[in-house]
């Protein structure tokens, strides 16, 4: 098997809260359209450690992964939005290692994915990408 990290973008969020937009949640939508992609990457995703934004609506998406997948979830606020750039997140994965999952925002984790060669690809939301250990883009799943 080839070791690879994950990069995930939040799925479908509501467009306002009223606790701004951290507080933001997962539509019921959101929810449904992240565990069909689950479900279709059922045994392709090898995931055994989540890190993620302390906003909501990543924290919710990072619990749908790891119910699917069984694999703990931490709080990072590196992941939060603003708080890092692409080659960060990239730079964070590698330290972070074989399995780990990255729960984030756009526009860091488009840049992510663009800076592994993934250029040209939407991240629209609940968009999974697996990273190879050689830094590289192995695939993209989203919209």
């Known amino acids: 098997m080839t070791a690879r ?4 973008r939040h799925a ?3 467009a306002e809260a009223p606790g701004g937009d951290a507080a933001r ?6 929810r ?3 565990g069909a992609r689950l479900r279709e990457l059922e045994g392709e995703l090898r995931v055994t450690r989540i890190f993620t934004s302390p906003f909501t609506r990543a924290r919710e998406t990072a619990d749908l ?4 997948t069984g694999a703990p979830v931490r709080v990072d606020q ?4 603003g708080a ?3 080659g960060q997140l990239l730079a964070l994965a590698r330290r972070l ?3 780990v999952a990255l729960v984030g925002h756009n526009p860091e984790l488009a840049e992510a994915i663009g800076l592994a060669g993934g250029g040209g690809v939407e991240v629209s939301p609940g968009t999974i990408a697996a990273v190879g250990a050689d830094g590289r883009v192995v695939w993209v799943r989203g919209r």
């Open 12 to 14: 479908k969020a509501e």
């Open 25 to 30: 949640r997962l539509t019921p939508a959101g």
């Open 97 to 99: 290692g074989d399995g």
């Open 32 to 34: 449904e359209a992240f």
């Open 65 to 68: 992964l790891a119910a699917a």
């Open 84 to 86: 890092s750039d692409g």
């Open 78 to 81: 590196r992941l939060a939005c």
């Open 5 to 8: 990290c994950y990069l995930v």
